[in-house]
């Protein structure tokens, strides 16, 4: 007896029937109907605020703690700081230079007019009268950032919350050095504030799928944390660009999150119901994955003793798609007989 090549198996009738092999012609099939992709949640970006500190100094006191609700303009922490006496001190002489420069103008004014001074003399009051109203400006809009100072020590600056919300996180200690954020150097984020009433998940669609995804899309999301439930929510932006290393494209899909269930960072799955296909679909039960490859084993017809050949081959599908049918994307045709049941069993003969 002939024996079987080692990508065949090849059995009599009578084991055919005994394995309960089902065998059925390729077909096209109405696919998809959803498509499933990973994601990752992250804060709503317009309901978010790093804080960092504008002034160069030493923490003195920390005035709110992760996990506690703040609003805007709530004190975060205290800090001890030459910069802020140094921007009044600043202010003060600006002030003083701009009264001087503003009444030798006016001195100079009134000289020329009754032609007793020089029209020089009296430019260059007016121009340094300019030039200190100039500093003067600088000054105040410096101060004007920092009015967050306390008014019990002229060297205290008050970090402050900036928007309502959460304190997500705290980086920084009773005592640490901070580099303010227009020094020029190396700054560091102090604070977290954020809102999780509502989150964005962004989940990374492929090339084939972006067609059938639109703004307005339901997103379904799950993450291992509450498998059990679903989070629901709409696509409210779909990217025009494909990212050059995994060649997918993001969907951003916002999610009423009220009892703060989902926390940035988590993993997600996101289930994007869309319009169903017809193609050129394999069952599910058909496929078999052995090691790196998805296979099916196909029915090529007897051998000359009468056996029935079965060839395992390997294919590539679209396992992004959900529903009991994957759209075939190469190595079968039109047809093609394979078996949608017991291949587990022609796995093991060979």
Known sequence: ????????????????????????????????????????????????????????????????EPGQRVKKGDPLALIESPDVAAAYSDLAKAQADFGAAEKEANRQKELFDVRAGSQRDLEGAQATHSKTRAELDRARKKTRILRGSSSGSNQTYTLRAPIDGEIIARNVNPGA???????????????????????????????????????????LVSV????????RGLAEWVSNTLD???????????????????????????TLPVDRQVALAV???ALLRLGDEMVVFVELGKTPDGRLRFERRPVVVNEELGGEYLPVLRNLAKGERIVVSGAILLSVKL
């Open 244 to 270: 050059p290393a995994t060649h997918t494209s993001q969907v951003r899909c916002k999610i009423a999150n009220p009892d703060r269930a989902l926390k940035p960072e988590m993993y997600a799955t996101v």
């Open 1 to 64: 007896m002939a024996a079987s090549p080692t990508t065949e198996v090849w059995l009599a009738p009578e084991q055919v029937a005994a394995a309960k092999l089902v065998v059925e012609p390729l077909a096209a099939q109405p696919v998809g109907g959803v498509v499933v992709a990973s994601g990752r949640v992250t804060f709503d970006d317009l309901h978010v605020a790093h804080v960092l500190s504008p002034v160069t100094g030493r923490v003195v006191k920390i005035e709110a």
């Open 224 to 231: 291992v944390s509450y498998p059990n439930r679903v989070f």
């Open 177 to 219: 050095e901070v580099q303010g954020q227009y020094s020029g150097g190396t700054e560091i984020e102090l604070f977290t504030v954020g809102d999780l009433d509502s989150v964005w998940v962004l989940a990374e669609i492929f090339e084939m799928d972006l067609r059938r995804v639109k703004m307005g899309t339901e997103c």
């Open 283 to 285: 069952p599910r039960s």
